[in-house]
T-cell receptor
Framework: KQEVTQIPAALSVPEGENLVLNCSFTDSAIYNLQWFRQDPGKGLTSLLLIQSSQREQTSGRLNASLDKSSGRSTLYIAASQPGDSATYLCAVALDSGYSTLTFGKGTMLLVSP | DGGITQSPKYLFRKEGQNVTLSCEQNLNHDAMYWYRQDPGQGLRLIYYSQIVNDFQKGDIAEGYSVSREKKESFPLTVTSAQKNPTAFYLC?????????????????FGAGTRLSVL
């Protein structure tokens, strides 16, 4: 059974720092990996999706990398801002024509001014 | 506006009562999903449906039931058999077939329903 682990569980940084969030998964036969953002009491917003054949995806100050063989992904946030404060969730879809997502528990990020 | 609408935002259940959470989407997505989120936890899959009149159990289906009579609607009933229903419930939808292959599996989420027990 696929298991997804996110480290650290919580992170507090001052504004302007570059930071890395980590995600690992036990079954490397994935179809894709997504990073989501969740604000308190809200739904999820998709940030980046990396297909299994890709190594990285970028969107603005966010960069996500994927090392499928080692079962790892990182989300890099450059020049963090207080508005980045949220919980970041990693989720993987298994390699089948249709599949559901398996989520990690998330990393709660606090960026202080 | 295209999107996924969940209602109500807050719901309270009395002991022994069944309650139904609504999820509607106007994105013309094939698949719909229900997840449960507990504090400090990731999302766990309750049920999912790929097409109308068909659905499959997820990891924690016990105590829940669903129906998929229309493509745009996927209501979730929390039955009295679910002994610990207090949680945040999220509905999502995605394409399964058609369009660019890359669009598959990108799930779009509603704003959630917070269920509490009185």
């Amino acid at each position: 059974k696929q298991e997804v682990t996110q480290i650290p569980a919580a992170l507090s940084v001052p504004e302007g720092e570059n930071l890395v969030l980590n995600c690992s998964f036990t079954d490397s036969a994935i179809y894709n990996l997504q990073w989501f953002r969740q604000d308190p009491g809200k739904g999820l917003t998709s940030l980046l999706l990396i297909q299994s054949s890709q190594r990285e995806q970028t969107s603005g100050r966010l960069n996500a990398s994927l090392d499928k063989s080692s079962g790892r992904s990182t989300l890099y946030i450059a020049a963090s801002q207080p508005g980045d404060s949220a919980t970041y969730l990693c989720a993987v879809a298994l390699d089948s024509g249709y599949s559901t997502l398996t989520f990690g528990k998330g990393t709660m990020l606090l960026v202080s001014p | 506006d295209g999107g996924i609408t969940q209602s109500p935002k807050y719901l309270f259940r009395k002991e022994g009562q069944n309650v139904t959470l609504s999820c509607e989407q106007n994105l013309n997505h094939d698949a719909m999903y229900w997840y449960r989120q507990d504090p400090g936890q990731g999302l766990r899959l309750i049920y999912y449906s790929q097409i109308v009149n068909d659905f499959q159990k997820g990891d924690i289906a016990e105590g829940y039931s669903v129906s998929r009579e229309k493509k745009e609607s996927f209501p979730l009933t929390v039955t009295s058999a679910q002994k610990n229903p207090t949680a945040f419930y999220l509905c999502a939808s995605s394409w399964v077939s058609g369009g660019a292959r890359v669009a598959k599996n990108i799930q779009y989420f509603g704003a959630g329903t917070r269920l509490s027990v009185l």
